[in-house]
Structure formats: C-alpha cells, structure tokens
C-alpha cells in the first residue's frame, strides 16, 4: 500500500467499531484513575504509616494490569493491520496482558542502548559534573541570599564553567536525539515483528529489524511515521488552542487519544504487511 492508502485507511479504522474503542477509553481511564489514587494513597500510607499503604499498593498493581491489556490490545491493532483484517480484533484479557508486558520488555531493550551511550558520553563531557556542581552552588547560594535578592547562576558559577557546559549539552543532546530517532524506527519494527509471531525473542532481534526497514524502504517507513507523528501533533496543537477558547475543550483528549492510538498502530501494521 502506498503511503496516503495507509493513512486514509488507517485513519478511517478506529470507527469501524465504536464498541471496541469505547472499552479501550473506558479501560484507559479507569488506568490512569486507579494509578492517581494508587500513588496518592501510597504516599499516605507511607507518611502516616497506616493500612492506605496497602489500598494504594492493590490501586496501583490494578493500575498496571490494565495499563499492561491496553499496551498488549494496541499490538492485536497492529496484527490487524498486518493481518488486513475489517475490523478491531476482540479483547482477549489474558493474551492481552501478557503481550502488553512483552511489549514493555521489548521497549527497555531497544531504548536501553541509547540510553547508556548517552550517560556514557554525559559522563565522558562531565555534563553530569558540571550539573552537579552547578546546581550545588545555586542551592547554597539562594539559601545565604537575602530574602528579597535574586542570584543568577551566573553570580555562583564562573563563566568558563557554563559555555563547557552549554557545549557539554549541546552534543549529548545531539546525540541523544539521532539515537534515540533510529531506535524508535527500530522499536516500530519491533512492535510489529512482536505482532506478527507474539515471540519476544523475535521480536527484540534488532538486526532483523533494521533489515525490515530496508526490505519496506528506508524512504517509506520514515515517510509514514513521520506523517504520523505530524497528524497526531497538528490534532492535539488543535485541540490544546481550543482549550484556551472553550473551556474544558481538553476533555477530548480522553477520546482522541485512544482513537489516534489506533490509527497510528493500524498504519504500523499496514506499513509492515509488505514484507509479512
């Protein structure tokens, strides 16, 4: 399929069944709900050293649970794609579970390498030094103030000190941003290869998936998901402006959130289903 097919289809995808997407909202919401009241009643529990440690412990593993099915029922999403099935396939709670705990397993392994390299160069920059001891001379120095003075970080840290690490920051970032760009193209591919055989194994093989990059076409799989992720920005920039106009607007967000969730997975498994 050609890059504007995947799109127009993929877009059109999360209405063909408005019962299936409602569940995944419900299920969404009831998450992030149980995950709030979770942290809340375990910083309760732990202050007051009360029973709320254990509600908020039980609100918290609830939270994961649901938030590991609606990963795993993202990933059905894009075997459907793969599979160019009508319409969402049904939940099935346990296989969804356990696909939504592979898929995280799967995200730490292609996200981890990135990771070290750039703590590895923060470290070889000293940025993480000059951080330290920056923010160790501002703390020291704002508590000796006066009430009403204001201290820059300029008046505590020699100027020298801040271009090294200004020029520190500046190549990490630079470095974290291609890195962690490739591995997410990667992680795509990962996500699909895990939605086409449900083996973790195959699915964190990530040789295998800079090959299925080349085998769709380099230019086609950074075309789409770019596409996407412009599609996804332009929605959400549209909807945080009108929040600023029509109060409580945002509220959308609980619904174009989950139906833009199933967009951009059904368009990563039609994009994969060229070489499936």
Same mark, same amino acid.
């Given at each position: ?37 979770? *942290? ?56 969804? /579970? ?101 083996? /973790? ?11 299925? %990059?080349?085998? %769709? ?13 412009? *599609? ?19 509220? /959308? ?6 139906? /833009? ?16």
């Amino acid at each position: 399929m050609e890059i504007m097919e995947i799109i127009k289809e993929a877009m059109v995808f999360p209405s063909k069944d408005i019962v299936k997407l409602a569940v995944y909202i419900a299920l969404s919401v009831v998450s992030v709900l149980l995950g709030a009241f979770g *942290i809340i009643y375990l910083a309760i529990g732990v202050a007051s050293q009360s029973f709320w440690i254990i509600i908020g412990l039980i609100a918290f593993i609830a939270a994961l649970i649901l938030g590991f099915i609606t990963t795993g029922y993202i990933v059905s999403i894009i075997r459907s794609g793969i599979e160019h099935e009508e319409s969402a396939p049904q939940f099935m709670w346990k296989e969804n /579970l356990v696909t939504g705990i592979k898929f995280v397993v799967l995200n730490i392994v292609y996200f981890i390498i990135p990771a070290i390299v750039v703590l590895i160069l923060g470290w070889a920059t000293n940025l993480f030094g000059m951080a330290s001891i920056m923010f160790t001379r501002m703390m020291y120095a704002s508590m000796a103030a006066p009430a009403n003075a204001t201290v820059t970080i300029a008046d505590v840290v020699p100027q020298s000190m801040i271009i090294s690490f200004g020029n520190s920051l500046i190549i990490v970032g630079i470095v974290a941003f291609i890195l962690f760009v490739i591995f997410g193209f990667l992680e795509t591919m990962g996500q699909c290869r895990l939605a086409k055989t449900d083996s /973790l194994g195959y699915a964190v093989n990530i040789p295998e998936a800079f090959r299925d %990059i080349g085998r %769709i076409g380099f230019g086609k799989v950074i075309g789409l998901t770019v596409l996407i992720f412009v *599609i996804i920005l332009v929605i959400n920039c549209i909807i945080s402006g009108l929040n600023a106009y029509i109060a409580g607007f945002s509220i /959308l967000s609980i619904i174009v959130t989950p139906y /833009l969730s199933f967009f951009a997975a059904r368009a990563s498994g039609l994009l994969y289903s060229d070489i499936a």
